[in-house]
């Protein structure tokens, strides 16, 4: 979408003729907001006329083309010069003609967006005070009326308290969350909302029609998919296919190239590929897709799109019906949904939102996105987190690393959990036991069996505090020596020495020292677990999981 927006913005008056030409001149005419005509329908013909009104809605959803013809229902004299306002302005008299050629002397549009000053709106309401020069209302439409600055909002509001009986206001917004709540509570507002897909495919239909262009049903869809809710937008891209064809049929191929959108049947292979673990097939394919001018990131959120509707698939088979599709995608779809499990399916999900947002990131989105196919091809073949627990709880076949025998914590098993946020939800809190090793104790040769010991020996508050607070300076049969922080017992040392002496039969010297130590065990646990393939694997299945805990595998069987 990234080369059409920055044609749009480059060429804007190239490409805005057929919306200029099929700008909406009644409310009937507007799509999509029923809501918007029923409200200012029955306001306008019960006289009940609200002093400003506010428009809201993402760009493009045409908060501009409503408020003139707002301005048109208000000033309309029908064409015998006799009538009042109406909820169908006529579009012939003086008035509906000077509106929608932009130049009526009682109509001021500001746009907010260049003119954000103080200043700036005290020229425009300079005439508040004046009677309309010919008309029955002055009306002050001001677009992107958020970015105003405070003292300009300050300066808007004494006139919307005190308004003239003549004076309309009319304010057209994209982010309604910036404006104060003084103002909002002075006008009515409508939303317009995003245009369903649907309606603008009828309407791209329509004009295609009346300008006599062979459009390509799926070229149709596709347009309305990438218009994202504007109709302007959409109509852009229409005008633009139109003029590329030259006179010839305008075909989906065609607008597939002119979005850079990668071939749908292409996706279908891709995923296939990643999902079956073939890093190789799936990287051919984006190549190719590259080659053939397709962003990657584009390639990214086409993969998502499909990984959400084989969700969908799966949990209604019947409401996944989208009318966007061809046949042919639909039953490969079901077949794809059918051999792919949900936890498959939202592990790829979560991995494809990482990798967008990299891929947008990268300074070289491809190869981002080639990393992120091979990671997903890697993954494909490991097991879920919980099929891999229910595998190892069961003694499968699921190959388990022993901790390196130089690690701190070799002392016994460990179990590490991490906690997946999100994506855990409906996954069984993923737990990993490694291999457990047999564990004998007469005299200690490790830090990490010195706590051991006191776990043995049920101290475990003071267990406890030796692995979370305190930070090993030196160890050697019969002196330990550490750091710990504020939070410890001041006679931990002492216990310890004390109670190390009794149960080995051997003298212990225990002090606290300022050097700064080691990590602590607790520390190291998480750093060890974090290089185990298993919880590894675990942690990229689920980007943004972290490790909460690590615990002895042996804690519960006691
Ligand atoms: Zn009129």
């Known amino acids: 979408m990234t080369d059409i927006q920055a044609d749009k913005e480059a060429g804007a008056d190239a490409y805005r ?27 306008i013909t019960s006289g009940r006329l609200a002093q400003g009104y506010m428009l809201t809605g993402v760009r493009g959803v045409g908060k501009t083309t409503t408020a003139r013809l707002i301005a048109r229902a208000l000033n309309c004299v029908g ?79 004494k006139t919307l308290e005190e308004p003239p009986e003549h004076v309309k206001f009319i304010f057209a917004t994209t982010e309604i969350r910036k404006v104060p709540v003084t103002v909002l509570s002075r006008c009515q507002r409508f939303d317009l909302r995003r245009i369903e897909s649907a309606e603008l495919e009828k309407l791209f239909a ?92 584009v390639v990214v959120q086409d993969l998502l799109e499909l990984v959400h509707w084989l969700t969908r698939m799966k949990v209604a088979p019947e409401g996944a019906a989208d009318p966007a599709l061809a046949e042919t995608e639909r039953t490969r779809g079901l077949v794809m949904a059918s051999k792919l499990g949900m936890p498959v399916l939202s592990r790829a999900w979560q991995m494809l939102i990482k990798g967008l947002g990299e891929a947008r990131a990268a300074p070289m989105p491809l190869q981002a996105v080639e990393m992120v196919l091979v990671r997903m091809a890697y993954v494909a073949d490991m097991p879920t987190p919980a099929d891999a627990i229910k595998q190892l709880e069961s003694g499968g076949g699921v190959p388990v690393r022993a901790p390196a025998p130089s690690a701190p914590t070799n002392g016994g098993g460990v179990r590490a959990v991490a906690s997946a946020g999100v994506a855990a939800e409906r996954v069984p809190q993923p737990t990993a036991q490694l291999a457990p090793q047999a564990v004998s104790l007469p005299a200690p ?114």
């Open 17 to 43: 003729v057929l919306a200029r030409k099929y700008r909406p001149t009644t409310f009937g005419q507007l799509i999509g907001q029923d809501a918007l005509v029923r409200t200012l329908t029955n306001a």
């Open 79 to 157: 064409p015998d010069g006799k009538g009042g306002p109406t909820p169908d302005p006529c579009g012939v008299c003086a008035h509906c003609t000077a509106i929608a050629e932009d130049r009526h002397v009682d109509v001021l549009e500001m746009d907010a967006a260049s003119r954000t000053g103080i200043d700036d709106i005290r020229e425009l309401l300079e005439g508040v005070r004046y009677r309309p020069t010919s008309a029955r209302y002055k009306i002050y439409i001001v677009d992107e009326v958020h970015m105003l600055s405070e003292k300009a909002f300050n300066a808007l509001l």
């Open 206 to 297: 329509g004009i295609s029609q009346r300008e006599g262009a062979d459009v390509e049903d799926g070229a149709l869809k596709l347009i309305a998919r990438a218009a994202d809710g504007s109709a302007r937008d959409g109509l852009s891209i229409l005008d633009q296919a139109i003029s590329q064809a030259a006179g010839k049929r305008v075909t989906e191929m065609a607008v597939r190239d002119m979005l850079g959108l990668a071939d749908r049947a292409l996706v279908f292979e891709l995923l296939d590929a990643v999902m079956s673990g073939d890093v190789k097939k799936a990287l051919g394919i984006l190549a190719g897709q590259y080659a053939a001018g397709a962003s990657p990131v």
């Open 445 to 558: 040769q490790t830090f990490a069996e010195i706590v051991e010991l006191f776990e043995k020996k049920r101290e475990a508050r003071t267990a406890a505090l030796l692995k979370r607070n305190v930070r090993l300076v030196r160890f050697e049969q019969g002196l330990i020596e550490f750091n710990s922080d504020q939070h410890t017992p001041k006679d931990l040392a002492g216990q310890v020495g004390k109670l190390l002496t009794e149960w080995t039969g051997q003298r212990w010297v225990v002090g606290v020292v300022n050097t700064a130590g080691q990590p602590t065990l607790h520390e190291q646990e998480i750093e060890h677990a974090k290089s185990d393939p298993l919880v590894k694997s675990i942690l990229d299945a689920f980007p943004g999981a972290t490790i909460a805990a690590v615990r002895k595998a042996d804690d519960e069987s006691r």
